[in-house]
């Protein structure tokens, strides 16, 4: 096993509700108004408002000079029966010597509550375990997005501290703008054995009992 960077493959990964795959062209409408949720704009650095042309341009020239030079890897995720797009999930900061990436999900706002950002990531992290070699995975969570902070202890991830005042979030204004503030992040971490387990919980809890069709 080389250690050495190296390009994402573009694959494709099935659970029993969902496909993860790459972007296409087709998902952009879909994904331009998912990133111009309020809750998007307020947790991550997505550009607002966020139009198609940028959609576009994320899935055509930014997603796939990402994978190929192995920094990072950005899957769309869809529901196997509609094929609709519910979310992403974001690997970035990807290290191929220390044999680590920096994971995020975006899930769509109508199709929250359903589990699907527990359900991508864990499908994700399983196929990087397995597959390409990870040896860990890092999270990032800003101190008050308690949805995220819940789907990194749903997938067995472990809080390993707090970066104080590292990370840059958005609030409202009167005028209905934007506003920058500062506060902290939550760094997680999930390992290999960190997953021991994971699998049965979901089941008992009534989220999804099975990983097939890894491509």
């Given at each position: 096993?080389?250690t050495?960077t190296r390009g994402f493959?573009?694959?494709?990964?099935?659970?029993e509700?969902?496909?993860?795959?790459?972007?296409?062209?087709?998902d952009?409408?879909?994904?331009?108004?998912?990133?111009n949720?309020?809750m998007v704009?307020?947790?991550?650095s997505?550009?607002q408002?966020f139009?198609e042309?940028?959609a576009r341009?994320?899935i055509t020239?930014?997603a796939?000079?990402?994978?190929?030079?192995g920094?990072g890897?950005d899957?769309a995720?869809?529901?196997f029966?509609?094929?609709?797009?519910?979310?992403?999930v974001?690997?970035?900061k990807t290290?191929?010597?220390?044999?680590?990436?920096?994971?995020?999900?975006i899930i769509?706002?109508?199709?929250r509550?359903?589990?699907?950002?527990?359900?991508a990531?864990?499908?994700?992290?399983?196929?990087?375990?397995?597959?390409e070699?990870?040896?860990?995975?890092?999270?990032?969570t800003?101190?008050?997005?308690t949805?995220?902070?819940?789907?990194?202890?749903?997938i067995?991830?472990?809080s390993?501290?707090v970066?104080?005042?590292a990370?840059i979030?958005r609030?409202?204004t009167?005028?209905?703008?934007w506003?920058?503030l500062?506060?902290?992040?939550?760094?997680?971490?999930l390992?290999p054995?960190?997953?021991?387990?994971?699998?049965d919980?979901?089941?008992?809890?009534?989220?999804y009992t099975a990983?097939?069709d890894?491509?």
């Amino acid at each position: 096993m080389t250690t050495g960077t190296r390009g994402f493959p573009d694959i494709s990964i099935s659970t029993e509700r969902l496909v993860l795959r790459a972007l296409e062209d087709e998902d952009a409408p879909a994904l331009a108004e998912m990133m111009n949720d309020e809750m998007v704009a307020a947790w991550t650095s997505v550009p607002q408002p966020f139009t198609e042309d940028q959609a576009r341009t994320w899935i055509t020239e930014y997603a796939p000079t990402e994978r190929v030079a192995g920094r990072g890897l950005d899957l769309a995720v869809t529901e196997f029966l509609t094929q609709r797009l519910v979310g992403i999930v974001q690997l970035g900061k990807t290290n191929w010597h220390v044999r680590s990436t920096e994971l995020s999900y975006i899930i769509a706002p109508w199709a929250r509550g359903e589990g699907y950002a527990s359900e991508a990531a864990l499908a994700t992290a399983r196929w990087l375990f397995r597959e390409e070699g990870m040896e860990r995975l890092e999270l990032r969570t800003a101190a008050d997005n308690t949805a995220s902070q819940q789907v990194a202890q749903k997938i067995g991830c472990i809080s390993e501290g707090v970066l104080r005042n590292a990370c840059i979030a958005r609030t409202r204004t009167e005028d209905g703008g934007w506003e920058e503030l500062r506060t902290d992040f939550i760094v997680w971490s999930l390992l290999p054995e960190d997953l021991d387990g994971v699998s049965d919980e979901f089941a008992e809890t009534g989220g999804y009992t099975a990983f097939s069709d890894w491509n």
